[in-house]
């Protein structure tokens, strides 16, 4: 997969979230490198694994011999874990615990395409499968390239950027795509941060459609959990982490009634005990500088039924 190994963020916080134990059974809704999944089995539970990454499953599989019988990976997005699991017989888990994002893996192969550090193919798919970011920036209207970096990426000079990137058609490489938005947005080599980081998230984020899988993967997660299973999430941006804020809050509220109606029975919150947010220790962005912007949100499956599928 690369050389730089991958170091999962906030690994000791995540595990006293879950407190997998013999026997208990957790999905790893971004296999990865296996950290989360390594930690867990190592507690002595069993655990399903998803990516849709193809890499990661096939660099998966010494850990699946290596821990026979309790890793099962699967090459799937973690919005489908109900029926995927249900096709193994699972009904329900006792943890899930899910790492947004791109992986370090794929920021570290240039030929993903994922970062603009090294030059590479314009790429982005995390499936390596379906519409790529070079089949989005060569194709797309300019107002629709706009509508995403604006979004996704929360770029507020979204429209000179995406008139810039229509104006530069066709871009191949990431290389090329950066250097557009660099001279879109008059960066100067040596700025704090490199306005391309924003549209190249942005971009990503389209491509893999992951807001839309966040949000299903949470009710996923609800569905499947028993009570008192535990949920984990781990982001490393706002939109992100602004999604599962709001669906932990919304979850953990049993609807107030108003005082100009009649008063009816509020339904029981199916999640409690929500975390507040935790972030890594000063230590631990000193050995991971990629931790930085990491925040882990938790919270506890009540019994009440799972409300109706995202």
Do not use: W
Not at 116 to 144: H, I, K, Y
Request: proline content about 5%.
């Amino acid at each position: 997969m690369s050389a730089a190994p991958h170091v999962p963020v906030l690994l000791d916080e995540v595990i006293a979230a879950l407190n997998p134990g013999e026997g208990d059974v957790i999905v790893d809704a971004t296999f990865g490198a296996g950290g989360y999944s390594r930690a867990i089995l190592d507690c002595g539970a069993q655990v399903h694994a998803f990516d849709r990454d193809p890499d990661a499953i096939a660099a998966g599989a010494a850990m699946v011999d290596e821990f026979a019988g309790r890793l099962t990976l699967h090459p799937r997005r973690f919005s489908e874990m109900v029926e995927t699991l249900a096709a193994s017989g699972v009904a329900k888990v006792d943890g899930v615990v899910m790492d947004i994002g791109v992986s370090s893996m794929q920021l570290d192969q240039a030929e993903r395409g994922f970062a603009f550090s090294t030059d590479g193919p314009l790429d982005m798919r995390m499936s390596q499968a379906g519409e790529s970011a070079a089949d989005f920036v060569n194709t797309a209207e300019e107002s629709a390239i706009a509508d995403v970096l604006y979004h996704y990426g929360e770029e507020r000079q979204s429209r000179r950027v995406a008139r810039a990137i229509v104006a530069a058609r066709p871009l191949d490489t990431t290389g090329e795509l950066a250097r557009v938005v660099r001279k879109a947005l008059g960066y100067r080599p040596g700025a704090p941060k490199d306005p391309a980081t924003r549209s190249f998230q942005a971009i990503r984020i389209h491509v893999n459609g992951e807001l839309d899988e966040l949000i299903e993967g949470l009710s996923a997660a609800e569905q499947l959990l028993n009570p008192g299973g535990r949920l984990a999430v781990v982001c490393f941006h706002s939109l992100e982490d602004r999604i599962v804020k709001r669906f932990l809050r919304d979850a953990s509220q049993a609807e107030a009634g108003s005082r100009h109606l009649p008063q009816l029975e509020a339904p029981e919150p199916v999640f409690a005990q929500v975390s507040k947010a935790i972030r890594p220790s000063g230590a631990e962005i000193a050995r991971n500088p990629r931790s930085r912007s990491s925040v882990l949100r938790s919270a506890v499956r009540t019994a009440t039924p799972a409300r109706e599928a995202a």
